[in-house]
């Protein structure tokens, strides 16, 4: 019995849990999901410190000047007496007793003398004003982007403790599928093969290896029980025609199928099975569309929690336009997205990937729609 799409996508996330933790150097954590809280190792900003190019002035002015500070230079000994003002450059210490900064093209200058309207406090940061020390920056699973590595950085971080990225094995069948060139008469080009390693990235997860089967059972089940990746993505053998041995192979080697078939289109002969040894296959349909529907479906939310992350919060926009609908299933449209609307691009047929080539994100039309805000699923590398 086919599973209902919502249905399905959390049972792909309860059927795993996140992958073991490991530290990591800054610069190999990106796109991971952190393991642990970061928190402020000092500090932020460490000590007080000039907002702006220009004089630390102490008192009323006008001020005398009395020494400078460059970047990264040494602090200056003394406190700062009222009347007088050191040179000093953004990001370095200013000295007790600082009133306010100065900006530099504020300051009027009159041999070592300066003046200027100083507003007390202005352009000055005060230590721990950002956060103070061992505060928590980012929480457990949050994803690791580019301003969070920054932000893990400046609290003082060298490394950062997340969770593995699952390993995807990929497995095309398929006697009539050609890799190169124009395809013969009888055969189909691979559009498969060469879309999964975007569809994997976006959900955190690296591809690790991928093999071409004639449609074979031992060929199958060999590549099911060999090999050390978390995940085996079998494209094709899923339906239930004589070349589609996928189910057959699983039930010889016990495996528990928690989704066969999800009422959806396009996509619905997808399946999720958990082998014995709890590594899981994932089986999509071999039409194009349909395996990136059914990606998008049941691996996504699979390789999502496996990697540590929070599940996407839901997407909606409103239908500018009438969607395709089917009576029992979930719809699956390429649409394209602007603003807080969606519109079909049309091109949608189960084994073209050229509607979803033009489109933004999949809408989620549910069965019987007749109009208004839908979920959307971005499509990786999308135009958003």
Not at 72 to 92: D, M, Q, V
Not at 96 to 106: I, M, S
Not at 252 to 262: I, M, S
Not at 352 to 361: E, P, R, V
């Amino acid at each position: 019995m086919h599973r209902g799409w919502a249905e399905a996508r959390r049972i792909a996330r309860d059927a795993v849990k996140p992958l073991e933790a490991v530290e990591l150097p800054l610069a190999e954590a990106l796109g991971g999901a952190l393991a642990s809280p970061v928190r402020a190792l000092t500090a932020m900003p460490a000590y007080d410190n000039s907002a702006m190019d220009g004089y630390a002035v102490a008192g009323p002015g006008p001020w005398t000047v009395v020494g400078a500070v460059r970047a990264g230079g040494e602090p200056y000994p003394r406190t700062l007496a009222p009347g007088t003002a050191i040179e000093i450059a953004t990001g370095a210490p200013v000295p007790p007793g600082t009133r306010a900064v100065l900006p530099v093209e504020l300051a009027v200058h009159s041999g070592r003398r300066v003046s200027g309207e100083a507003v007390t406090g202005k352009h000055v940061r005060r230590r721990g004003e950002d956060c103070p020390e061992g505060e928590e920056l980012l929480a457990t699973s949050t994803t690791v982007t580019a301003a969070v590595l920054g932000a893990a950085a400046a609290a003082g971080h060298d490394t950062l403790l997340v969770h593995r990225r699952p390993r995807v094995a990929v497995v095309v069948t398929g006697d009539e599928v050609q890799t190169s060139g124009v395809p013969a008469p009888g055969r189909v080009r691979d559009a498969i093969g060469p879309m999964l390693p975007g569809l994997l990235a976006a959900a955190g997860a690296d591809e690790h290896g991928l093999v071409r089967l004639a449609d074979q059972p031992s060929a199958l089940t060999a590549a099911l029980t060999e090999g050390d990746a978390d995940v085996v993505v079998v494209c094709g053998a899923t339906s239930k025609g004589p070349a589609d041995h996928l189910r057959g192979v699983l039930r010889a080697l016990l495996a528990d199928v928690r989704v066969d078939g999800v009422a959806c289109r396009p996509g619905h002969p997808q399946l999720l099975a958990v082998l014995p040894d709890g590594r899981c296959v994932a089986g999509l349909p071999g039409n194009p569309f349909a395996a990136l529907a059914a990606g998008l479906t049941l691996l996504s939310p699979l390789l999502l929690r496996l990697g540590g992350h929070r599940a996407p919060p839901p997407v909606t926009a409103r239908a500018a336009a009438a969607l395709p609908v089917h009576e029992k299933d979930t719809r699956l449209v390429p649409v394209a997205w602007s603003g807080g609307s969606v519109t079909p691009v049309g091109h949608d047929r189960p084994g073209s990937l050229w509607g979803a080539a033009l489109a933004d994100a999949l809408a989620v039309v549910p069965p019987g729609f007749t109009g208004g805000a839908v979920e959307l699923l971005p499509l990786p590398g999308g135009r958003r």
